[in-house]
Every structure is written in C-alpha cells, then in structure tokens.
C-alpha cells in the first residue's frame, strides 16, 4: 500500500484511466468495466480495477493541477508498475477553432508551472505524449462515425484555475495551443523520467472565448466519447 492509494499489490491494472475528479472514476468504472471493484478510497480519491472487452484496466481519481496528480502518478509508476497512464479531463477552449463537447488528443503540453524549471535547473523541457498511444487514440476518433469533432495539437498545463494575467495565454493560442486544462504537462514530463507511456484526452467543458459552458453534472457523467477513445487507444 502507498501513502495515497488504498491497494494491495496486484490490485491495479498496467493501464490506468486517470480523471482528475474522483466521481467521474466512479462513473467511468460503473459505465465502461466488467466487474469493477473499488480498490482505494483514500482522501475520498476512488480507485477502481475491472476489465473491458476482456482486458485488466483501472481508473484512477488525481485531483485537481499538477501537483496533486503528480502524487498519484508517481505511485502508480513507482509502488504499482503501471506502464500506460492515460489521462480524460475536462478542458478549456482557447481558440473559436475549438468547440463545446469537442475532443481535444494532446500531442504536447505547454506550462506556466516551475515543476520543469525547477528540475531542469531553469532550461525549457518539452513534454510530449507517448507516440503509440496518441497514434491509437487518432485511429480510434477517426473510426467513430458521427461522433464530435476532435483535434491534435498543443494544450496549455495552467497551475491557476484563476490566473492574475489571463491574457498572457493569448500568446500561446497565437503558436497553435487549443485549450488549457492543469495536468498534461506534469504526467507527460513523469511518464518521461519513469520510461513509461502516457497521454491526455480532453473533452471541452467550457469556452473561454464564447464563454459557453457545460454543467457539472455533465462533466461528471457525460464526457463518454474521450473515455472510449483512451480505452481503444491503450488496449485495442
């Protein structure tokens, strides 16, 4: 047993599902899995173990930003050998390209947060998501028919749901990023140190230009789509 997660070993699957809001694991477990079975309740932080189409996956809660994921990411990796970590979040559109519901596949994070700076003695790292895994999640948006809209591209890793300078995110949609979210950036950087694969799937909640929104009931219960692609993309 870790510090944070209430298992056994054994009790967690090499590929985790990881939402950052512990409801939202439950509902993913109870909605997509075969035998599901709560392994940890620690902190109120559900963890859940069961299969789909036969294969061993768990879905972990992480909380909210990268610090508090980077707890439970680490843990994963180093107390329970997960190889595979695939986020499903919710995230901000930044950009009118970018809809409501829409999915957004993160290929890389950018970052406000000093994590990186701190361990790279100020250079700039550039974290990316597992090459496999964001292929696989491509080939299973394409293959949905009349499923929402997705896109590749860059997403932006805030460490503040209410920045100071909200307009400093203004320059980084004009070199291409699609939404802002708080983890991407922190789990694709661990996944690096620990040799292992990772990669965020986002469903946009809300629009930060139209100022568009969604319930959060909705983003509890309702984001399905990502959900199906990350489970494709990690064990088809």
Same mark, same amino acid.
């Given at each position: ?76 990796? =180093? #107390?329970?050998?997960?190889?595979? %970590?695939?986020?499903? $979040?919710?995230?901000? /559109?930044?950009?009118? @390209?970018? +809809? ?10 950018? =970052? #406000?947060?000093?994590?990186?700076? %701190?361990?790279?003695? $100020?250079?700039?790292? /550039?974290?990316?998501? @597992?090459? +496999? ?104």
């Amino acid at each position: 047993m870790s510090t944070h997660i209430g298992a056994q070993p054994g009790d967690i699957a090499p590929t985790v599902l990881l939402p950052g809001d512990p409801l939202r694991a439950k509902w993913i477990a109870e909605t997509f899995l075969d035998d599901s079975r709560c392994y940890s309740e620690v902190r109120g932080m559900y963890g859940f173990t069961g299969t789909w189409n036969g294969q061993p996956v768990s879905v972990q809660g992480s909380g909210m930003g990268q610090p508090s994921m980077a707890i439970y990411v680490n843990e994963l990796f =180093t #107390d329970f050998d997960v190889q595979s %970590i695939v986020r499903v $979040g919710s995230c901000g /559109a930044v950009t009118e @390209d970018v +809809g409501v519901r829409d999915v957004i596949i993160a290929s890389g994070a950018c =970052t #406000d947060s000093s994590m990186n700076r %701190i361990a790279f003695h $100020g250079l700039d790292y /550039a974290p990316v998501a @597992d090459f +496999g895994l964001l292929r696989g999640a491509v080939e299973a948006a394409e293959s949905r028919e009349g499923g929402s809209p997705f896109h590749v591209g860059l997403i932006f890793s805030s460490d503040s749901f209410y920045p100071a300078r909200p307009e400093l995110l203004g320059e980084m949609v004009k070199y291409g990023v699609l939404g802002v979210e708080m983890e991407a950036s922190g789990l694709y950087t661990l996944a690096a140190k620990h040799r292992r694969r990772a990669l965020a799937i986002c469903t946009v909640s809300d629009h930060i230009v139209t100022g568009e929104e969604t319930t959060s009931q909705e983003r509890e219960q309702t984001f399905g789509e990502m959900v199906e692609i990350a489970l494709t993309a990690a064990l088809a």
